[in-house]
């Protein structure tokens, strides 16, 4: 964004408070110059960078709705697929500008209707501006104009006509949209907040409906997998296996009654499977649970507690880490001790840091995805120091500390740490199935007595 060559900026109060969009105002008492409120040339010089918040007549029976951000995300959409269609909407996607790729991001489409995170903050979605109150639906419009010499008497008559003619197109649109699916987003976004409210007096921290589709498509404005859109083409919808005791919840907006997974609390969750079947994409699904989703998304009924953490393995600094839960001595290159550790720390000290500042925080849910795990902190090895004492190890010999977290993991050839699960989601062409975890063990015993004697066999005389 330029600076205010040409005095555009200067005179944006006097000519926002001379726009006449009839219904659609200009929200005066939530002018916030320039963060919301703007004039400014663009640094190509060849657009009018605009910014105006807006007040308009919200919809019906959304006033006071816990699920109104579902209608405020409806009306965004519908606004944004207009813009090819009504002429005078084009300023919000740069339509006649040198470089409209500017303003894309306006018309991004958005399923993200709520979160705890700061994400997808740069596309128009439902927000703190962006929202229904006792005053109205509120939204800011941006955009770009072509950008036409300084404010005069001539540019300023026609910035203010293009302006106004933004608003009641605005309007016009938003108060098209059916009634019908405005009430069912509302009662969608109070369908998601209700259950995540009650899944903690259900013991549980995730609830994954039946037709939950997880997998995501990602573009250039949502590379994120919180705000990316769903996968198009073929999408294996999930379903839960009987043998994982499906629960059925009933939702307080729309009074349906819905089946799923229910990940409980203080469980070890395994979910397995062979490369490329979706385990971590069902993972970040679930972390995503923490946010409310719009019809369409894929993960609208895939609800999490808020507080879920992650463990990855990454080399960073360390400042009076504990880490005493699974390391009895510090490595070389550390200073202090297992309880306050410093210095530079490896994958498996940083991972060990987040488990155990997790657990400490008694955190909910606790994630760990293997292709992003230091694996020697997750299971033991022939080579291993005794001075180290792996996950699966502390699940099997001290359960009682892992407290009141929940412990979801994806792995493919973590066996061991495998075994410690209560329960086994296998995923296996692209489709939830269920694993017994005594079979699993018994499955595991067999191929290490069958590893035994492959070793024992190249112990012998003519062995290889």
Known sequence: MGGSEGSWQAEAGRIVAALDGGRARVDLERLRPPVNTYLVRSLDKTALRFSLPLLLTPPAGTVGHPGADGAVGVVI??????VPLEPALGPIAGIGTEHPGHCLYNVEPVTLIASPSAIGTDLWRPDDGNRIDASGLHLVVRGALPYMGPPGPGTEREVTERLSALLEAVDRVASRVPAGEIAAACALSLDQKALRRSLPGMGLVTFIADGTRPARRFTRFRGHHRIAGPKEGVHIPFRCPQELDPIEVELEGSGRVVTGLGLRRREVFAVVGSNAEGKSTLLQAIVAGQDDHAAGDGRELLISVNGVVGAEANEQELVGADVSLFFRSLPPGL????????????????????????????????????DRAATNLLVPGCLQSGEVTPLSTLLATRRQAVGETTILFAASSLDILIAQADRILLL??????????????????????????LLAARGRPGGR
């Open 335 to 370: 200073s202090g001790d297992p309880r306050a550790a410093y210095g530079r720390g490896s994958g498996s000290l940083v991972m060990a840091e987040k488990i155990q500042a997790a657990l400490r925080a008694a955190a909910p849910l606790l994630i760990i995805d293997e």
């Open 428 to 453: 296996s062409g692209h489709e939830a199935q269920a694993l017994d975890p005594l079979e699993f063990r018994r499955r595991l015993e067999s191929h290490l007595d069958r590893v035994r004697e």
């Open 77 to 82: 959409e519908v606004i944004k697929s207009a």
